[in-house]
């Protein structure tokens, strides 16, 4: 079950991690949630910084916790206890995307952050433009 697969994963962070974790998951429930407003605000989040903030977060947290064998970033399985934040993370970004025409640049721009961002959206399989593989991408 969830619950006993997240005792599994818990028995290797400390209570302060467990509690960071939740909060860092919290405050970008917070983020996502603001990103559904107007497309100033989502300009003010990108002036900000808040998306390049974002978009390191993400990137580092899911090449760092799973990767295929082809490389390529994939979101944390169910296992992990910062799942929940790099999917809100990535929900944030495409919000922002959404209603600042800069911030859709600043995605466009990034092949690893529009994989995750596929695969947060429940993508398809793609196969890779090459010739030594024709075989499809996991989550993608």
Request: aromatic residues 6%; hydrophobic residues 35%.
């Given at each position: 079950?969830?619950?006993?697969?997240?005792?599994?994963?818990?028995?290797?962070?400390?209570?302060?991690?467990?509690?960071?974790?939740?909060?860092?998951?919290n405050?970008?429930?917070?983020?996502?949630?603001?990103?559904?407003?107007?497309?100033?605000?989502?300009?003010?989040?990108?002036?900000?910084?808040?998306?390049?903030?974002?978009?390191?977060?993400?990137?580092h947290?899911?090449?760092?916790?799973?990767?295929?064998?082809?490389?390529?970033?994939?979101?944390p399985n169910?296992?992990?206890?910062?799942?929940?934040?790099?999917?809100?993370?990535?929900?944030?970004?495409?919000?922002l995307?959404?209603?600042?025409?800069?911030?859709?640049?600043k995605?466009?721009s990034?092949?690893?952050?529009?994989?995750?961002?596929?695969?947060?959206?429940?993508?398809?399989?793609?196969?890779?433009?090459?010739?030594?593989?024709?075989?499809?991408?996991r989550?993608?």
């Open positions: 079950t969830n619950s006993a697969r997240a005792e599994d994963t818990s028995d290797n962070y400390t209570a302060r991690g467990r509690k960071e974790i939740r909060m860092l998951t405050a970008l429930g917070a983020i996502r949630n603001s990103s559904h407003s107007t497309a100033d605000v989502c300009q003010s989040f990108y002036s900000y910084g808040l998306v390049d903030l974002l978009i390191r977060r993400l990137v947290d899911a090449s760092a916790s799973a990767s295929d064998n082809n490389g390529v970033s994939v979101l169910a296992t992990q206890p910062w799942r929940e934040a790099c999917f809100r993370t990535a929900g944030s970004l495409i919000n995307a959404e209603k600042c025409p800069d911030v859709a640049i995605l466009a990034n092949r690893k952050i529009i994989y995750i961002l596929l695969e947060t959206w429940g993508g398809t399989a793609i196969t890779r433009n090459s010739e030594k593989t024709k075989k499809p991408i989550g993608l």
